[in-house]
């Protein structure tokens, strides 16, 4: 009688793990052949103009794995969707998963332009905020900040540079002009009134910088990217107690270059 319920036993946990791999192989099956119903794609823009747009992303999808509606999930490759969203210029990251209820989800986001530079060549491509260069989108424009001037730096030759933030912690390291109009841009954008008054900045001969305001028929003299604490607080205090009561087109130049003073000149 022991040795009949010990069998059972045996017969009973057998039957058991084959009923469990059953059900677990039929789970996988419909899994596998259930129909995608859904595309859901989402696209962080931050504080940047759309550089790429939910008809961008259908065409990679499309030219990637091909039409995904009523496809069964089981045969689309989400890696390989993500992949190749991710490999889009203007896509700083992309995660790609589904649901049980057949949606893929597509969530996105762009890089954010902050400067676009116009090289000697005239070549145009765009700096961004973590320091990676950017092609130029045809179809749409970055509202941005405008560098242009004595620049020799292509995105053409240098695709995948990157700002070297080392360099942006310590002058010693000085690394290349592109890292130092990514300190000056930044130091820029990040400050209310100076994102709303500066329109351009020109790199000239020397290497040095000239501002471009948006109020006011004069040229600001920068110099280097050094020292801008107190160079623009001279510039706030020179714009705050002088030309508000003077006239913002009283001079042609105003020369904050130097330590301790404001050059003006007709």
């Known amino acids: 009688m022991k040795k009949f319920l010990k069998i059972l036993r045996i017969v009973v946990w057998i039957l058991l793990v084959a009923g469990a791999g059953t059900l ?119 509202r941005v900040l405008v560098a242009n001037g004595y620049i020799n730096d292509s995105y053409i030759k240098s695709p995948k540079y990157r700002v070297n933030m080392l360099a942006l912690a310590d002058s010693i390291y000085y690394d290349s002009l592109l890292t130092t109009l990514y300190k000056l841009t ?20 020397a290497g040095e910088f000239e501002l471009i305001p948006r109020v006011g028929n004069h040229i600001i003299i920068l110099g280097t990217a050094d020292d801008l604490d107190a160079k623009f607080r001279k510039l706030l205090a020179f714009y705050k107690f002088g030309l508000n009561k003077i006239g913002w087109n009283k001079y042609n130049i105003i020369n904050i270059k130097y330590q301790n003073q404001v050059l003006c000149t007709k």
């Open 24 to 142: 677990v192989g039929f789970v996988e099956v419909s899994q596998y052949a259930r129909p995608c119903k859904n595309i859901k794609i989402s696209i962080n823009y931050g504080a940047a103009d759309t550089l790429i747009t939910k008809k961008n992303v259908d065409s990679i999808i499309l030219k990637t794995v091909g039409l995904l509606k009523g496809k069964p999930l089981g045969m689309v490759n989400l890696g390989a969707v993500e992949n190749a969203i991710g490999k889009q210029p203007y896509v700083a990251n992309v995660h790609v998963y589904e649901n049980n209820a057949g949606t893929i989800f597509i969530a996105i986001r762009q890089r954010e332009p902050m400067l676009r530079i116009i090289n000697r060549n005239f070549e145009n491509f765009y700096l961004d905020e973590s320091g990676i260069l950017l092609p130029v989108n045809t179809d749409f424009s970055a």
């Open 186 to 205: 930044m130091y820029i954008t990040h400050d209310k009134f100076l994102k709303a008054q500066i329109d351009q900045i020109y790199v000239n001969e």
